[in-house]
């Protein structure tokens, strides 16, 4: 009976590897082009259904607005535009990888940490400013209020980057396990000492963080993880969360940096967006 998982560990070439390099590349590079339409789109569709919004606004709310669980904040067309983004991914994750273990696992990675410009450039900056809800780079980009754009950021790193980088190093994980080595017995108790796995490990650490102290908004303050640490005023909280989450993005940021070459060009595209960003709120707060 054949197995329906079809990838194996294959040995490659040094040919073989500079073209699985340059496949991972050019997934990187579709993923991101596929922003820039993605915006595109999503401002011609916003502009028609403004000028409709009369209309709009005397009809029932559609069962998709409506939140995908009693108590949470984000909709059901917020978890299925996010879910579809997803699926997208991990279909270019798997285009052309053959049955390579490893390519399969790398391009999960790669399209993984090509989003995270995105997710910085729909952040609310502004969120523990007089003005919270200040418009993003993305926000403006597209004319959708940062209210309504805020909801995808978080759902955006919950279930689209969260999951393609926990399942990279999950298979990574696999592969050192199942892998032997002739002085350490398995590949993992060697790697596991290298510092590049080490940055990786982190990396996927602070993503595990990001992921359980990012919690539906709407959720009672007494459940969940975040219970017993957020505390006091509202504004205490909000400085709270917003400096923990940050910090936990630049320690992932770092941690990626160092682990592998390749994601260094996303780490600074992000640094920069993340500069553009903030720039651009503090304009829109101190001037508006």
């Not at 270019?92 to 989003?115: C, F, I, M, P, R």
């Not at 957020?230 to 909000?238: D, P």
């Not at 500069?275 to 508006?288: A, E, P, Q």
Request: net charge positive; with cysteine.
């Amino acid at each position: 009976m054949s197995s329906p998982w079809p990838y194996e560990f294959i040995s490659l070439s040094e040919e073989d590897k500079l073209h699985r390099r340059e496949l991972l590349d050019i997934r990187g590079q579709y993923a991101q082009w596929s922003i820039l339409l993605a915006i595109f789109v999503v401002k011609i569709f916003y502009g028609l259904t403004t000028i409709n919004a009369n209309n709009l606004s005397k009809k029932a709310a559609s069962k998709w607005d409506q939140p995908l669980v009693a108590g949470w904040a984000e909709t059901r067309r917020q978890y299925l535009v996010c879910g579809l983004w997803l699926s997208w991914l991990l279909g270019l994750a798997v285009w052309n990888s053959g049955e390579d273990y490893l390519h399969l696992t790398k391009a999960l990675g790669h399209v993984g940490l090509s989003q995270l410009p995105l997710q910085v450039l729909m952040s609310p900056a502004a969120y523990i400013s007089s003005k919270p809800t200040a418009s993003s780079v993305l926000s403006i980009l597209t004319g959708i209020p940062q209210p309504s754009l805020t909801p995808y950021h978080r759902l955006f790193g919950r279930i689209v980057i969260s999951p393609l980088l926990l399942t990279h190093a999950t298979l990574y994980m696999l592969f050192f396990v199942q892998s032997s080595h002739p002085e350490f017995g398995t590949l993992l108790a060697k790697r596991v000492q290298d510092l590049d796995v080490q940055c990786g490990m982190v990396a996927i650490f602070s993503a595990v963080l990001l992921f359980l102290f990012s919690r539906p908004r709407g959720i009672a303050k007494s459940s969940g993880i975040q219970s017993w640490l957020v505390q006091g005023s509202l504004q205490e909280r909000r400085r709270m969360f917003y400096f923990g989450h940050v910090s936990l993005v630049i320690l992932l940021g770092v941690a990626a940096f160092f682990h592998v070459k390749q994601a260094q060009r996303y780490v600074m595209q992000t640094l920069w967006a993340s500069v553009l960003n903030g720039v651009c709120s503090w304009v829109i707060v101190k001037y508006s």
